[in-house]
């Protein structure tokens, strides 16, 4: 075992504070990752405040949170043959899975049906508790890190590792290019990379905001149309238009009414995470054969597809970066959506 330092909530609501715990020793196929940047995802906060026990078998405390983490390798097991050190890579959401299931084979790791390994506030293969990236090192198989853009900051990297793969799969998978009506609902951490992935698939790109506040940032990252869903003539006006909405947001929303803005044989994704249950009108669904789906992060070869696209399109996201030391004051500005439009903390100041 070996030494790390970060930030825990040690016990659920407490705010982060300082934490010292044990990483493993580095096996034969392990990274070690000297963490340079982590962004702070809303789930963090959930988690931290142990907001979504339910869903969940147990809550882990301390808890250090952090799963959109950019760093560089500081060494290597006898048998890595992906990464060297001084490579700049990264960790998402998860760090195992079984490797066995069928959804595991199929590179979709995120939905293993035996044993998805979170980055923290879960159990290894072991039992041992495992620690985010509030931290200052990660030890992690080389099979589960990515490779960061050697061309773009990796500040502005990290969020892509949930965000941007949150927002790339579902894209991708509904086929979201050239052509194709594509709706952002909120433009937020994740619907700003909605905006911004969307438009570099090629598709024409609307979002549907609760008001008109952040427009001229909406059409800067991307998109071609923007509406405020506040306005009850925005649903009148764009009934049946869109091949597939993406609704980012976490607020209780009338689904129905967002379903009738698809167009025949149109999908609309959640990946918000409402706290209550949302009733659905049947005929929302039926009139048009449309569909409600879900979609939860991406798997490992996804990922690095995205972390690619990326490159190649020179997308990152839009970012302010924090001092650890203001991570709580930074976790309230997220719960009044006063960030534009992710914050990444800085490791170095830890
Ligand atoms: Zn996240
Ligand atoms: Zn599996």
Redesign the pocket.
């Known amino acids: 075992m070996s030494k790390s330092k970060g930030y825990a909530a040690l016990k659920a609501k407490a705010p982060l504070a300082p934490y010292s715990f044990e990483r493993r020793e580095p096996r034969e196929r392990d990274v070690v990752i000297e963490i340079k940047y982590c962004g702070i995802c809303h789930s963090d906060i959930h988690q931290t405040r142990d907001e979504w026990s339910e869903y969940q078998e147990e809550s882990i405390f301390p808890m250090v949170p952090g799963h959109e983490i950019a760093g560089v390798v500081s060494s290597v097991g006898s048998k890595v043959t992906k990464y060297k050190v001084g490579d700049k890579v990264g960790v998402g959401c998860f760090v195992d899975?079984?490797?066995?299931?069928a959804?595991?084979k199929a590179g979709l790791?995120q939905y293993?049906?035996?044993?998805?390994v979170w980055t923290y506030n879960a159990r290894d293969k072991e039992g041992t508790p495992t620690y985010g990236g509030y931290s200052d090192r990660i030890v992690v198989d080389e099979n589960y890190v990515l490779r960061m853009p050697s061309n773009l900051p990796l500040d502005a990297c990290a969020p892509l590792l949930c965000a941007g793969i949150t927002l790339y799969s579902p894209l991708k998978h509904w086929n979201a290019g050239p052509g194709k009506k594509v709706a952002i609902v909120g433009l937020g951490g994740l619907g700003h990379m909605g905006v911004k992935l969307a438009h570099a698939l090629g598709a024409e790109v609307t979002v549907l905001s609760q008001s008109l506040k952040k427009q001229a940032d909406g059409k800067r990252l991307g998109a071609d149309h923007y509406y405020a869903t506040s306005d009850a003539e925005t649903f009148t006006k764009l009934k049946g238009t869109f091949d597939l909405i993406i609704n980012t947001v976490s607020a209780q929303l009338d689904w129905s009414e967002y379903l009738s803005l698809l167009k025949v044989d149109g999908t609309m994704v959640i990946v918000g995470l409402p706290e209550k249950d949302i009733p659905i009108d049947a005929f929302s669904l039926g009139a048009g054969r449309r569909s409600l789906a879900g979609s939860q992060i991406g798997g490992i070869r996804e990922t690095q597809e995205m972390l690619d696209f990326c490159a190649q399109h020179g997308l990152t996201c839009d970012i302010e970066v924090v001092p650890m030391q203001k991570v709580n004051e930074a976790y309230e500005r997220v719960l009044k959506s006063d960030v534009r439009y992710r914050f990444v903390i800085d490791m170095a100041t830890l």
């Open positions: 899975s079984c490797r066995t299931c959804e595991c790791e293993c049906t035996v044993h998805t």
